[in-house]
């Protein structure tokens, strides 16, 4: 017999309608539970093999256990459950059978048979071996395990995340060190044990070990510690100059001077560097989860390309983690779904945040941020899916866009609440520097906002109408109407009023600047997006394959699709040399460029009629107006905690 589902609509009804919020005095679902144990063997990672076994307090009746569904940060009920295997569950010595929820596929039922008080469960976490995103790419290699403690655990349905006590502990291969914000409770066996800690909070801990390890102290002398955790494949790889560390010091303090507050009671950035696994990053409280190019501090163009990642994920912590949208808020991990209308602001005011510190840490220069700043403003201003979604939709649809292919990203649109985001808030900002006359700023928005609660990791929420208050506060204005018409308005252009109220306007050269050159080599592809429309792959495994087309564009209009392969550029194999060469010559001749594509197992030649040079985007200072991007990223006055 199928034992009963919990009714969490009711549940969650019955929290609502007495307040149950955020805050210290808010109400539980049920009693506290716990400590539940959990033993992770991550002794065969390198063969991507994580064993967990999980000993929790119980009551003989019907039981439901939940694997985490909606993963804090990935904003998509992403949990790994298709890795999970070899699940078993005993009590009193006696094997139980169990059967999974039909509805919700990371509901399991389990009868508690009579007598019993412990439940112990196992199984077995295959680490993925490629592809996927977030906690769904490799995350371990010979030499490095990358571990989200959702990935390895269940929970008894029915309470509040943060009323779930969990006690972990973690088993490495010989001689591997780790990295946590995790409180160690000593060794035992041959276990790291961490101190008890809820369940909110372990999901919010993740772990990184390997063979070889380094930790870089970021504020020497401070009271608030903040840590870079390394592992890499190589020992070569944990290499970093001085005057990198320095950079990376200067960015707590310039975090710290633009939200005069911190959130943490200490601070790891928990850095994979690697080929071999997945590249993203994931926020996290006292912590995030940074894994990108193994030559990240040996090579000056994958730092370059990679130089906000850290400072990305940290503004998190302040911008995601304390201050969080409500509907990002939610019961547990799976009863509720999140809802991701307000990641302009999550994940928008990140980006825009995160690249300004890149520059006032000086892990960019001027020039650099400008650069980078100018192709973001040419690949949202190429995007003609603006005509039919704006940019509102794509936060409100981004737990599917997340996961959707590259082809034709600039008719379908992604998860652009990130770049066009980033432009809505430098538009935020040099207005309200216009409004106030240079007098105020969002840094004055960063201070009010996220300044309160000084060393608490207590999360707190707002909507939009507190958004638009806190700004009002700043500097009066009709700021909701403001927001509101770059969020729902549909058109072809991006909104680059950030930019020219900056003092900047976007121009084309026919030189990439050093930004963008590192970006295509980085990323192994040939952008011609801005000149014919095509964005090509110069990967050795996929050479010439068309990525995106630009809609309406001239390759478009000559009939060639994402997906297909450029083989010949007038009659000589491709390049983007060779393609290059082609455009130039095509700017002074009435004659179209012939690129022979192969589709599938059919090959033709299509006339492409453009005439108009290579397209670099750039930001031309313009004479006689206000600087204020160039105020945007100058160095605040340093501060520590």
Same mark, same amino acid.
């Given at each position: 017999m199928k034992p009963a589902i919990p009714c969490t609509a009711l549940l969650l009804a019955a929290l609502l309608s007495i307040g149950w919020t955020t805050g210290a005095g808010a109400a539980a679902a049920l009693p506290a539970i716990g400590p539940i144990a959990l033993e992770v063997d991550l002794s065969d990672a390198p063969r991507k093999l994580f064993h967990a076994r999980i000993s929790m307090p119980v009551k003989p009746g019907p039981l439901t256990l939940y694997y985490p569904k909606w993963i804090p940060g990935e904003h998509a009920p992403s949990g790994p459950l298709g #890795?999970?295997?070899?699940?078993?569950?005993?009590?009193?010595?006696?094997?139980?059978?169990?059967?999974?929820? &039909?509805?919700?596929?990371?509901?399991?039922?389990?009868?508690? *048979?009579? %007598?019993?008080?412990? &439940?112990?469960?196992?199984?077995?976490?295959?680490?993925?071996?490629?592809?996927?995103?977030? =906690?769904?790419?490799?995350?371990?290699?010979? $030499?490095?395990?990358?571990?989200? +403690? #959702?990935?390895?655990?269940?929970?008894?349905? =029915?309470?509040?995340?943060?009323?779930?006590?969990?006690? *972990?502990?973690?088993?490495?291969?010989?001689? +591997?060190?780790?990295?946590?914000?995790?409180?160690?409770?000593?060794?035992?066996?041959?276990?790291?044990?961490? /101190?008890?800690?809820?369940?909110?909070?372990?999901?919010?801990?993740? &772990?990184?070990? %390997?063979?070889?390890?380094? /930790?870089?102290?970021?504020?020497? %002398?401070?009271?608030?510690?903040?840590?870079?955790?390394?592992?890499?494949?190589?020992?070569?790889?944990?290499?970093?100059? *001085?005057?990198?560390?320095?950079?990376?010091?200067?960015?707590? $303090? /310039?975090?710290?001077?633009?939200?005069?507050?911190?959130?943490?009671?200490?601070?790891?950035?928990?850095?994979?560097?690697?080929?071999?696994?997945?590249?993203?990053?994931?926020?996290?409280? /006292?912590?995030?989860?940074?894994?990108? +190019?193994?030559?990240?501090?040996?090579?000056?163009?994958?730092?370059?390309?990679?130089?906000?990642?850290? *400072?990305?994920?940290?503004?998190?912590? +302040?911008? %995601? $983690?304390?201050?969080r949208p409500g509907d990002l808020w939610t019961l547990d991990f799976n009863s509720v779904p999140e809802k991701d209308d307000l990641l302009w602001v999550y994940e928008g005011l990140t980006q825009y945040w995160g690249m300004m510190l890149t520059a006032r840490s000086g892990l960019w220069t001027a020039q650099d941020y400008r650069d980078a700043m100018a192709l973001t403003a040419a690949d949202m201003d190429h995007r003609p899916g603006r005509t039919w979604r704006p940019l509102q939709d794509t936060a409100d649809e981004a737990s599917i866009l997340y996961y959707v292919p590259g082809a034709w990203a600039n008719w379908r649109r992604g998860v652009d609440f990130y770049p066009e985001g980033a432009l809505l808030w430098l538009d935020v900002d040099t207005k309200l520097r216009e409004l106030s006359h240079g007098r105020r700023s969002l840094n004055d928005f960063a201070r009010l906002f996220y300044g309160m609660d000084n060393g608490s990791y207590v999360t707190r929420t707002y909507g939009f109408d507190d958004v638009v208050a806190s700004l009002n506060r700043v500097q009066p204005y009709d700021w909701a109407r403001f927001l509101r018409e770059r969020l729902d308005t549909t058109r072809y252009h991006a909104p680059l009023g950030g930019i020219t109220r900056g003092g900047y306007r976007l121009a084309y050269t026919d030189t990439p600047s050093t930004y963008f050159k590192a970006n295509d080599k980085l990323r192994k592809i040939s952008n011609q997006m801005y000149s014919v429309g095509l964005l090509i792959s110069t990967d050795a495994a996929s050479k010439g394959l068309i990525q995106d087309v630009l809609w309406d564009g001239p390759a478009f209009k000559a009939g060639i699709g994402a997906g297909m392969q450029l083989v010949a550029v007038d009659g000589r194999a491709f390049t983007p040399e060779v393609l290059n060469e082609a455009i130039t010559q095509a700017e002074g001749s009435a004659a179209p460029i012939q690129l022979l594509v192969k589709n599938l197992e059919y090959y033709r030649t299509y006339a492409v009629d453009y005439h108009g040079g290579l397209r670099y985007p750039q930001l031309e200072r313009v004479p006689g107006t206000p600087d204020y991007l160039d105020r945007i990223i100058a160095p605040l006055k340093p501060k520590t905690f």
């Open positions: #890795n999970v295997a070899g699940i078993r569950f005993t009590a009193n010595g006696r094997t139980l059978d169990w059967r999974r929820d &039909l509805v919700n596929m990371y509901a399991i039922h389990v009868d508690i *048979p009579q %007598g019993a008080s412990t &439940l112990d469960a196992a199984f077995d976490f295959l680490s993925p071996d490629g592809g996927g995103q977030f =906690g769904q790419s490799v995350s371990a290699t010979p $030499k490095i395990v990358d571990l989200e +403690w #959702n990935q390895v655990l269940l929970y008894p349905a =029915g309470y509040a995340s943060r009323d779930i006590t969990f006690e *972990p502990s973690v088993k490495l291969p010989q001689g +591997w060190r780790y990295g946590t914000a995790l409180e160690p409770a000593g060794t035992r066996g041959d276990g790291i044990h961490f /101190q008890s800690v809820s369940l909110n909070n372990l999901v919010d801990s993740p &772990l990184i070990a %390997g063979e070889y390890f380094r /930790q870089v102290d970021l504020a020497p %002398g401070a009271r608030v510690p903040v840590y870079l955790d390394m592992v890499a494949d190589g020992p070569e790889n944990l290499a970093m100059t *001085p005057q990198q560390i320095g950079h990376f010091r200067d960015l707590v $303090k /310039q975090a710290y001077a633009l939200f005069d507050s911190h959130h943490y009671g200490a601070y790891h950035f928990l850095l994979t560097l690697s080929d071999n696994t997945g590249h993203f990053g994931l926020e996290h409280h /006292q912590s995030s989860d940074d894994r990108t +190019w193994a030559d990240f501090f040996t090579k000056a163009d994958t730092a370059l390309v990679g130089a906000t990642l850290l *400072p990305h994920e940290y503004v998190h912590s +302040w911008n %995601g $983690k304390f201050r």
